[in-house]
């Protein structure tokens, strides 16, 4: 298998995987939690480059650090979940920053940890993606619908006796695997995109959970897939074009949306015959 060829597989396997993992985060409001893991992998990815071992083993180290820290920090009086992923995706990132300073000699260049190398991805880095995606539909599969009404229904979800932090955690560690599956093709900044649009998207064109569980994966490895067809075309970075693709389909979806709702609003204002009457 060429190199483009692996790229384009790299970008299904990727795809998939992160538009699924992203339904949950989309769907939970933790977008925000997706990002500060995205940015605070970032000294992990830098120390497994500096140390010659795999950088996504490296963002994994990270990324337990980190889960660990939010759910530290989230607990403490006065604090919530906000203040902790603030902290950490500042912190995260400055760490990453300032290692990066002091390693002079990396063996890969900081743009390929920050934005990614798809056409460089490994069959490793392929099958990692691959588990990931799998565990996420597994997990789903088992216990969807205490996702689901943990999602939705918060407060039926206490009272019928369960506990709400299993089900965040078990969320978090996905987002956390998605996060690092996904460095090798787009990066620590350009995770998110794939991550959220792609989900997004489909959360603005079906109404029902399944649907956006089954729309996100597609529209994430589509996204995958123009990005690594533009990046040959017109000679651009694979990372970002796979980001703008998915950004794109946000924007798409988001239209498409608004001129749904364009005859649903002009039948609801009222309108005056000729002699002044108004009817609806």
Do not use: N
Request: net charge positive; glycine share 10%; proline share 4%.
């Amino acid at each position: 298998m060429g190199y483009f060829e692996r790229a384009l597989l790299a970008a299904i396997v990727i795809g998939v995987g992160a538009g699924f993992v992203g339904a949950l985060v989309v769907l939970r409001k933790r977008t925000f939690f997706a990002q500060a893991l995205t940015h605070g992998t970032y000294p992990g990815a830098v120390a497994a480059a500096a140390l010659g071992v795999s950088v996504p083993a490296g963002a994994a180290v990270a990324s337990v650090v980190l889960v660990v820290v939010m759910a530290g920090i989230a607990r403490v009086r006065r604090q919530g979940a906000q203040v902790a992923a603030g902290i950490v995706l500042t912190g995260g990132f400055a760490a990453g920053a300032l290692l990066q300073s002091l390693i002079p000699g990396l063996p890969v260049r900081a743009e390929s940890l920050l934005v990614g190398s798809i056409l460089t991805v490994s069959d490793a880095d392929i099958l990692l993606a691959a588990c990931v995606a799998l565990v996420a539909i597994a997990v789903v599969a088992l216990i969807g619908k205490e996702i689901a009404l943990s999602t939705f229904d918060p407060a039926g979800f206490r009272a019928m006796g369960y506990r709400e932090w299993p089900i965040e955690l078990v969320v978090l560690a996905l987002t956390a695997a998605s996060v690092v599956s996904s460095l090798p093709a787009v990066g620590a900044i350009l995770a998110i995109a794939l991550i959220a649009a792609p989900a997004a998207a489909a959360k603005l064109m079906v109404t029902t959970f399944r649907g956006v569980l089954f729309a996100a994966p597609v529209i994430g490895a589509a996204s995958g897939v123009i990005g690594v067809l533009a990046s040959r075309v017109f000679a651009i970075a694979a990372g970002p074009a796979i980001a703008l693709a998915a950004t794109a389909f946000f924007l798409l979806a988001l239209g498409i949306s608004k001129l749904r709702a364009l005859p649903l609003r002009r039948a609801d204002i009222p309108v005056e015959t000729a002699e002044g009457a108004r009817i609806a």
